[in-house]
Every structure is written in C-alpha cells, then in structure tokens.
C-alpha cells in the first residue's frame, strides 16, 4: 500500500512536469510561429519576396501586436543560441 502511494505521487509529480515543460515548448513555438508570420508580411525590408499588396493590407490589422513582438525579439536577438541553450536548460 506505502508504495502505491509512492509509486502514485511519483507518476502525478512526472506527469506534471511533461505538461509543463510540453507547454513551454508549444508557447516557444508560437512566439516563432509569428515571428514568421511577421517576415512574411514584411520580408521585403530584408530583402525576401513580399505577398501581393492586396493580401497585406488585409492583413496589417493584425500586425500591431506582431510589431511589438518584432521589437521586442530584436532588442534580444544578440544571443539566439544562448535563447535555445536555455529553453532546452543546457548549461
């Protein structure tokens, strides 16, 4: 019975910790998702093709929060690898 219990405690804390750390990857996933999506719309400033003018226009409207998310990312972009590093806890 004592190790039921244990064996119960272990698995709930170990299934607890895979969720959390399975969220943290969709979220990651997410923020590079819009990155993206951001590049798309505006790659022309980089030099990749652009989508036809009519389709970013459309789009724009929801680019308010992209560009902050753009900002954001490239007042810490000196380090990308140390970002990944972290996110995967290599030390």
């Known amino acids: 019975m004592v190790k039921e219990g244990l064996v119960r405690r272990f698995l709930n804390a170990l299934s607890g910790t895979l969720r959390a750390k399975s ?6 996933e997410l923020r590079e998702l819009e990155n993206i999506f951001a590049l798309i719309l505006l790659g022309s ?26 900002s954001r990312v490239s007042e810490r972009l000196d380090d990308m690898l140390g970002e990944m590093a972290g996110l995967f806890e290599i030390t």
């Open 23 to 28: 969220t943290e990857y969709i979220e990651v």
């Open 45 to 70: 400033f980089i030099g990749l093709p652009s989508p036809p003018t009519s389709i970013s226009l459309r789009l724009m409207p929801y680019m308010a929060r992209e560009l902050v998310i753009m």
